[in-house]
């Protein structure tokens, strides 16, 4: 779905940003590009939107170069979810949704309707003006934005911000729920949580390079430490003890009434965003 070889990209003469991307994202894959402030991620989306132009290096979605792709065509094949939602604050939910459909055929759309309803948006809002909304049900109605032309393509900037716990829940399903139609998804965000639970792939950019590719999976085992963390009953007393997985396969090696639980020692997907980038969730 999308070929990135020695992307680059720079602002001006002394701002290079991206300095030779390389990176593929297959057919109905949920794909993270995952970086701290600066690092680059929204410039490469930018780029991969058709928002940006001028990059050196080669890119191509559904097949074609990403220089000649940006027609009428593609861009009713893609659907995106801006960090900050781009919607006309005087006009209702409904009436920016009627307005973003008007640019595509009619056999492409959803019912707006159906898709307010599945994003649990409050339907006694839905003709009131969008500045009257809260930031969660303004992040509801861009996600109805990005979906109403049922995209093959679909690229989503922070899709949970703003949204409470069970909301992310939602928002979590929904890009399931795409996935399984076989859309694919380019996802950037902070949240560590959305990354580990939705992506087959995460990709760290630090300073305009890829520091690191793979399944979270993966990521985590390549730096565990293979320790577990054991709390236990002995003696009437409440103990804890740190010991290599290995030695777990005779069974509990020391002496215990009850054991109360067992934690893996394995590093979070957030540790390894700090190890790769050197930077924290900023």
């Known amino acids: 779905m999308i070929e990135v070889k020695d992307l680059t990209f720079s602002y001006g003469k002394d701002k290079q940003v991206l300095h030779g991307l390389n990176f593929t994202v297959g057919d109905g894959e949920i794909f993270g590009f995952l970086g701290p402030n600066g690092s680059g991620k929204s410039t490469t989306q930018k780029i991969l939107t058709g928002i940006l132009k001028g990059h050196g290096g080669c890119a191509t979605l559904f097949g074609q170069d990403i220089s000649r792709v940006h027609t009428q065509d593609f861009f009713q094949r893609i659907g995106v979810l801006f960090e900050f939602p781009y ?14 459909s008007s640019f595509y ?10 898709i307010l309803e599945k994003l649990e948006f409050k339907m006694d809002f ?16 861009s996600m109805a934005r990005s ?22 829940v939602l928002f979590r399903r929904i890009i399931e729920e795409e996935r399984k139609k076989g859309t694919t998804v380019f996802l ?81 997907l957030e540790d390894m965003f700090i190890q790769y980038t050197g930077r924290g969730l900023c």
Do not use: W
Request: hydrophobic content about 35%.
């Open 188 to 268: 950037t965000t902070h949240n560590m949580l959305d990354a580990d639970l939705l992506c087959d792939r995460v990709a760290f950019i630090t300073n305009g390079t890829i520091a690191a590719l793979d399944t979270p999976k993966r990521l985590k085992e390549q730096n565990s430490s293979h320790l577990v963390l054991i709390e236990y009953l002995y003696q009437g007393i409440r103990k804890e003890k740190e010991i290599e997985t290995a030695n777990l396969e005779g069974g509990i090696p020391f002496p215990h009434d009850e054991i109360i639980s067992i934690h893996s020692r394995e590093p979070s």
């Open 126 to 141: 839905s003709k009131k003006p969008v500045s009257s909304y809260s930031k969660g049900m303004r992040q509801r109605v």
């Open 147 to 168: 979906l109403i032309n049922n995209p093959e393509l679909l690229f989503l900037d922070e899709p949970t911000s703003g949204l409470d716990p069970s909301g992310a």
């Open 87 to 100: 919607l006309y604050a005087n006009l209702s939910a409904i009436d920016n949704l009627k307005y973003f």
């Open 105 to 114: 055929p009619a056999k492409r759309l959803r019912d707006i309707g159906e």
